[in-house]
């Protein structure tokens, strides 16, 4: 099956300024000793199939390490790099014993090596759901880009991104079943529209039970909603999810508006990753208030 076009692709997140070997006339492409090269640390895979490491480990064996990996100088650390694309091939190579491998160095910041890195694995087609999301939700939380932006540089619609960002919002029970294959990214996405995370965690069960399609799925989580949902209400539904979604854009983190039963209290929860993050969410907030 032909490979679909990634937008601007990963030949474009590398264009730049190249950091020529020192004492060399290879315009390209280094030989680096492998043990001068340090995992990256934007590396949006949390795992790593060790049979898929072991074959291409025996492909290294036999034929070399034939695609290079990109690196960018260590920060604040001479004659050492730091891996932004290719730890699949990086890992393979440290199993089949090479001691120097081929690289191409690119001079590139924080942001532009994280796309990198989001952009190599979607080309490959073997980066999870979730930890698609949580690339992309560090590229609008650290890097401050707007979900139209991020979309533009992956290749991907605003809504796609949209929708990967959004599996993160679900209970961590069903994000689990999701990082182990027990459940798709189709199948987990019509549990975001249930209220209750008793019910999400209950149609989730079933569909992992069942081995329904995604429509399937749909169609469960449909039958958990209250019934004869009137146009009001799901207009109501409707705007409550753009202001989430208005907010979230907004303070670059997640966001999560829970309507109130029958006119009882809502809530609103704002996602914070540090004590030094709190305290910078609090003051946005208020010197919001204050103007």
């Known amino acids: 099956m032909a490979r679909k076009p990634l937008g601007r692709g990963l030949?474009?997140?590398?264009e730049g300024p190249r950091t020529p070997p020192p004492g060399s006339s290879a315009a390209n492409v280094l030989d680096v000793p492998i043990d001068r090269i340090s995992p990256s640390p934007f590396q949006p895979r949390t795992r790593?199939?060790?049979?898929?490491?072991d074959e291409l480990a025996?492909?290294?064996?036999?034929?070399?390490l034939i695609e290079p990996l990109i690196v960018r100088p260590t920060p604040n650390a001479s004659d050492s790099y730091q891996l932004i694309a290719g730890e699949r091939r990086l890992r393979a190579a440290r199993k089949a014993g090479l001691n120097v491998v081929p690289v191409l160095v690119r001079s590139l910041d924080d942001r532009r090596a994280l796309e990198m890195s989001l952009v190599e694995n979607l080309a490959r087609e073997d980066l999870g759901p979730i930890d698609e999301a949580r690339a992309l939700l560090r590229l609008s939380r650290e890097f401050g880009l707007p979900q139209e932006e991020i979309a533009l540089r992956i290749g991907k619609s605003r809504p796609y991104v949209s929708n990967a960002i959004r599996l993160l919002d679900l209970p961590a029970a069903i994000v689990e079943m999701i990082e182990n294959g027990e459940l798709s990214a189709g199948q987990a996405r019509p549990l975001i529209a249930l209220d209750e995370e008793q019910s999400q965690l209950e149609v989730a069960r079933k569909i992992v039970a069942s081995a329904v399609s995604a429509r399937g799925a749909e169609a469960m989580a449909r039958a958990m909603r209250p019934s004869g949902a009137s146009p009001r209400r799901?207009?109501?539904?409707?705007?409550l999810q753009a202001l989430n979604d208005a907010l979230q854009e907004a303070l670059k983190r997640r966001?999560?508006?829970v309507a109130g039963k029958r006119g009882a209290a809502g809530r609103i929860e704002i996602e914070y990753y540090d004590d030094t993050d709190l305290t910078a969410l609090v003051?946005?907030?208020?010197?919001?208030?204050?103007?």
């Open 283 to 291: 003051d946005s907030l208020l010197k919001n208030q204050q103007t």
């Open 58 to 64: 025996r492909s290294i064996n036999s034929q070399g």
């Open 11 to 14: 030949e474009a997140l590398i």
């Open 234 to 239: 799901r207009t109501l539904e409707a705007n």
């Open 48 to 53: 790593f199939d060790s049979e898929r490491l």
């Open 255 to 257: 966001v999560r508006i």
